[in-house]
């Protein structure tokens, strides 16, 4: 099933960017997307890996270093400042909005590229951008240079199970961000 549950570790961060607006055609919105596409690439702080175009809008996946599901906070905080980010490009374009909360829906993270959207009755189509994977601190010490605010998530805890302590280190003394560590 596609929940939070299911997920063991983050490896993509996926923006929906979409038309709900019933009343365009699909031609209209394949026009606005074929617009968008290359201002995202050369204006955005940090480029997607892919672009993925669904039918009725579009996808931005941002490939990173694979980091425990324990992150999903700074993984959030990270989605909301590339929505930040990405809404200073669209903001004037009329019929494509980023869809904000299906962003920050870790469990959207089970979304496939190269799908078929049963509602557009199309597949969809994807754009290599670049294959960079960098951790989410990169990404997050990117947008924050850039002006974008991050938010203080996390510090040291222990969870203790039995003889054995699991360590998760989310936020370090040098204010980064730092994958899980599970001591054995």
């Known amino acids: 099933k596609r929940t939070s549950d299911n997920l ?3 490896q993509n961060l996926v923006i929906d960017i979409d038309s709900h607006n019933k009343n365009v055609s699909i031609e209209e919105i394949h026009n606005q997307i074929s617009n968008i596409i290359p201002k995202l690439i050369n ?9 993925n ?6 996808q931005l996946w941002y490939c990173i270093e694979p980091c425990h599901v324990s992150l999903k906070k700074v993984c959030i905080n990270a989605i909301t400042m590339i929505c930040d980010d990405i809404e200073k490009v669209l903001k004037d374009e009329t019929l494509l909005k980023i869809d904000k909360a299906s ?15 049963t509602k557009s009755k199309t597949w969809s189509k994807c754009q290599l951008i670049h294959k ?3 951790n989410i601190n990169t990404i997050i010490s990117t947008l924050s240079e850039n002006g974008y605010n991050r938010k203080k998530i996390g510090n040291y805890k222990t969870k203790s199970k039995g003889k054995r302590n699991y360590k998760f280190n989310t936020y370090s003394k040098t204010n980064k961000y730092t994958p899980c560590l599970i001591h054995r």
Request: positive net charge; aromatic residues 14%.
């Open 8 to 10: 063991i570790n983050i």
């Open 43 to 51: 204006c955005l702080s940090i480029k997607p890996n892919f672009i």
């Open 53 to 58: 175009e669904t039918g009725r809008g579009l």
């Open 103 to 117: 962003s920050s829906k870790l469990s959207g993270l089970f979304r496939f590229p190269y799908s078929y959207n």
């Open 132 to 134: 960079q994977t960098p």
